[in-house]
C-alpha cells in the first residue's frame, strides 16, 4: 500500500546544492522513522541520514555531517534532504526508506530496519 516517490534530484557542481524530497502515500507516515540512503556504481548501498517521526530526532553518516540535512513535513507526508557543499563523491542514486516498526528508541541506520523504499533519484556532482 505505501509509495514512496523521491524528486529534487539532477547535475550539480562540486560546492552546489540540491535538496531531495520524499513523498509518501498510502498511509500517514508522522509515527515512523524514515531516512535516506544512496548506492554508487559499484557500491553497496549506504546509509545517509534518518528521521524520527516526530522529527525531533535525527542521525546522520560522518561522511555527509554538518553538510546536509534531513527534515519532514508530516502535514505534507513528506521527508526532505538537503545537500549543500557538494562533492564528487557523492553521486549516486539517492533512496528514500520508510521504517513502520512502532516505539522506536533510536533512529534506525541499517537497511533491514526499514521496509519500503522509493525507486531513486539520481544525484550528479561534477568536478
Known amino acids: 500500500q505505501v509509495q514512496l516517490v523521491e524528486s529534487g534530484g539532477g547535475l550539480v557542481q562540486a560546492g552546489g546544492s540540491l535538496r531531495l524530497s520524499c513523498a509518501a502515500s498510502g498511509r500517514t507516515v508522522s509515527s515512523f522513522a524514515m531516512g535516506w540512503f544512496r548506492q554508487a556504481p559499484g557500491k553497496e548501498r549506504e546509509f545517509v541520514a534518518g528521521i524520527s517521526g516526530s522529527g525531533g530526532n535525527t542521525y546522520y553518516a560522518d561522511s555527509v555531517k554538518g553538510r546536509f540535512t534531513i527534515s519532514r513535513d508530516n502535514a505534507k507526508n513528506t521527508i526532505y534532504l538537503q545537500m549543500n557543499s557538494l562533492k564528487p563523491e557523492d553521486t549516486a542514486v539517492y533512496y528514500c526508506?520508510?521504517?513502520?516498526?512502532?516505539?522506536?528508541?533510536?533512529?534506525?541506520?541499517?537497511?533491514?530496519?526499514?521496509?519500503?523504499w522509493g525507486q531513486g533519484t539520481q544525484v550528479t556532482v561534477s568536478s
Open positions: 526508506a520508510l521504517d513502520v516498526t512502532v516505539y522506536r528508541t533510536t533512529v534506525p541506520s541499517r537497511q533491514l530496519e526499514y521496509d519500503y
